[in-house]
């Protein structure tokens, strides 16, 4: 997801103003990396010029003219285009923490310490996260088990290779 | 942080299997300490040892100044009842009490009366979010449910200590995750211990430390902490 196509998305519920939207982005979307007002105003004028938003009412007042954002038809096509095209799984086949198993076994290292110290590093990542869900909001939480989940299958594939280990390093071993 | 509980050079043997083989544990108090290990790794022997539940072989397991093998049973049964609580994965209500007996059940068992008991019980029942469950007996509650009053059984004695053994590992992830949620918030406001066996590290995150037992025996490693 771009920052575009999540100001569209936002755009399309109500049009907004720049400020209302870095608000509405990082409340939503921007979690530990929220939107610099640099962004907005770039992101908008990249919308405006591609025709997938519009200016629909400038306010006038003391300071700078308030320009109120809306989306086009364009801009409503963008988005269901996005939300139609599922996620492309990733593959997960060149994985960095195999290659450091086979490294190991390779130069004859202990490869049962690499997945040792790797699960302890996992585990650690795995409590800050639940730390960060257990105090959080509905939304934390839902974005923490993401990760959790994911941690999770990567303890499992360590597990799974510790039970594999003496069997790989005859293989890679030759 | 000082130790509360430390456990050393355990064995056990069932027959001609090795449960432990030179397992340790110390717990701090206060801390929330997960046990993870593979089936048949000796993990759950190793909480049953150190919480005097089982008798190891050799080895010796010290508790706040005491020495677990040198107290007679009777003693023994009064530093379980009156030290510690305990949450297993399933079977351990009782299906004949409601749910407020069940969690006064330590209390009356060490004597206390009856109406000072089951208000304590209830004043648990409420933190666990059973306000209204108070007369229901365990086959009318959900596994959840259940999982909560024994929770609560476990603190109402207020233990220095809980065991749980697969505490989650009879539920659902969701009604797993509100198990924890309470175990771990409800312990460290009581500032007790909590010694965490389970295989799901989804579950032993909520801990503050880890150990491994592999073999029957504990791994303590530095990142584990």
Redesign the interface.
């Known amino acids: 997801m771009t920052i575009a196509t999540a100001f569209l998305a936002l755009l399309e519920g109500q049009p907004r103003h720049g400020y209302d939207l870095k608000r509405a982005y990082d409340q939503h979307f921007a979690r530990d990396h929220r939107l610099h007002y640099g962004q907005v105003y770039t992101t908008l004028a990249k919308l405006l010029r591609n025709g997938l938003v519009i200016v629909d009412d400038i306010e006038s007042g003391g300071g700078p003219d308030r320009k109120r954002y809306a989306i086009t038809e364009a801009g409503v096509t963008d988005v269901q285009r996005w939300l139609d095209e599922p996620v492309k799984p990733e593959q997960y086949l060149h994985s960095d923490l195999y290659a450091r198993v086979v490294a190991a076994l390779l130069t004859g290292r202990s490869a049962a310490a690499v997945l040792d110290a790797q699960r302890d590093e996992h585990l650690v990542a795995m409590r800050e996260l639940t730390r960060r869900k257990t105090s959080g909001t509905l939304a934390d939480r839902l974005i923490c088990d993401h990760a959790l989940f994911h941690l999770d299958a990567d303890l499992r594939w360590l597990e799974h290779t510790a039970i594999h280990l003496d069997e790989l390093a005859e293989q890679v071993r030759g | 942080m000082s130790a509360l509980l430390v456990a050393e050079g355990l064995h056990k043997t069932y027959g001609p299997t090795v449960a432990l083989a030179g397992a340790d544990l110390v717990v701090h108090a206060g801390e929330i300490l997960s046990v993870m290990g593979?089936s048949g790794s000796g993990k759950s022997t190793l909480l049953h040892c150190a919480a005097g539940l089982s008798t190891p072989d050799s080895g010796r397991v010290g508790y706040a100044g005491r020495v677990l093998s040198q107290l007679s049973d009777a003693e023994r049964s009064a530093l379980r009842r009156r030290e510690f609580g305990f949450v297993f994965q399933f079977g351990q209500l009782v299906p004949e009490l409601t749910a407020v007996e069940n969690i006064a059940l330590p209390l009356r068992l060490d004597g206390m009366a009856r109406r000072h008991a089951e208000r304590r019980a209830v004043g648990w029942l409420d933190r666990l979010g059973l306000a209204d469950k108070g007369k229901a007996r365990p086959g009318e509650l959900s596994g959840g449910q259940q999982q909560r009053v024994a929770v609560a059984r476990a603190l109402v004695a207020q233990p220095k200590v809980i065991f749980a053994d697969e505490p989650t590992g009879a539920l659902d992830s969701v009604a797993g995750e509100r198990v924890m949620?309470l175990l771990?918030?409800t312990a460290r406001q009581a500032g007790a211990a909590v010694v965490l066996v389970t295989h799901d590290?989804?579950v032993?995150?909520?801990?503050?430390r880890?150990i491994v037992v592999r073999d029957g025996r504990s791994?303590d490693?530095?990142?584990?902490r």
């Not at chain 2, 032993?204 to 503050?208: F, G, K, T, V």
């Open positions: 593979p949620e771990t918030l590290t989804r032993a995150a909520y801990a503050d880890g791994l490693r530095a990142g584990m």
